[in-house]
T-cell receptor, first 113, second 112 residues
Framework: DSGVTQTPKHLITATGQRVTLRCSPR?????VYWYQQSLDQGLQFLIQ???????AKGNILERFSAQQFPDLHSELNLSSLELGDSALYFC????????????FGQGTRLTVV | DAKTTQPNSMESNEEEPVHLPCNHS???????IHWYRQLPSQGPEYVIH???SNVNNRMASLAIAEDRKSSTLILHRATLRDAAVYYC?????????????FGKGTKLTVNP
């Protein structure tokens, strides 16, 4: 158990809909990172938040947005969903220092039908 | 983001040592070298990291070249449970550069 909790574990929704994925970081970790992993694809970095503020942005679509709340949990919002958004979405947390490890959740599997 | 280069795949036999190479010729002086692995259907998990000196932990050893332009992850005795994709990542120390950017990694197959 990494200490990072992602909910829900599975999500099935229709095209055009909007979903919210939730991530609770490890206690004490100020940074949250979001990744997308499509079938047989690598892990694509989407976005990083540090103590409530956006810190780094990767290949995140405009239809996607994220935020980190005062209690440090984070949510990834995906809207106007397309079939191609079907993927595993991982959240990771760390103390945001390069000399430390990051911990990953077990992911949310999103299926868009 | 500084880039790393790894072989697409490697194969090993159970109980034998495995050396997974990584090239990072554009590494900056303050970048840490991190290794993560991803088992099938799981989230990535941390393996080891280092800056300049070789590092050992219960999972593996990390050998870092003197010029830091390459490193090698060493699994001393591969088991079937070590079959995974292994990622070598540079983690910077400046704001925003400590994010983990994954490449394609090396898919390790362990034969019984």
């Amino acid at each position: 158990d990494s200490g990072v909790t992602q909910t829900p574990k599975h999500l099935i929704t229709a095209t055009g809909q909007r979903v919210t994925l939730r991530c609770s970081p490890r206690s004490g970790d100020l940074s949250v990172y979001w990744y997308q992993q499509s079938l047989d694809q690598g892990l694509q970095f989407l976005i990083q938040y540090y103590n409530g503020e956006e810190r780094a942005k990767g290949n995140i679509l405009e239809r996607f947005s994220a935020q980190q709340f005062p209690d440090l949990h984070s949510e990834l919002n995906l809207s106007s969903l397309e079939l191609g958004d079907s993927a595993l979405y991982f959240c990771a947390s760390s103390v945001s220092i390069a000399d430390t490890e990051a911990f990953f959740g077990q992911g949310t599997r999103l299926t868009v039908v | 983001d500084a880039k790393t280069t790894q072989p697409n795949s490697m194969e090993s036999n159970e109980e034998e040592p495995v050396h997974l190479p990584c090239n990072h010729s554009t590494i900056s002086g303050t970048d840490y070298i991190h290794w993560y692995r991803q088992l099938p259907s799981q989230g990535p998990e941390y393996v080891i990291h280092g800056l300049t000196s070789n590092v050992n932990n219960r999972m593996a050893s990390l050998a870092i070249a003197e010029d830091r332009k390459s490193s090698t992850l060493i699994l001393h005795r591969a088991t079937l449970r070590d079959a995974a994709v292994y990622y070598c990542i540079l983690r910077g120390t400046q704001g925003g550069s400590e994010k983990l950017v994954f490449g394609k990694g090396t898919k390790l197959t362990v034969n019984p």
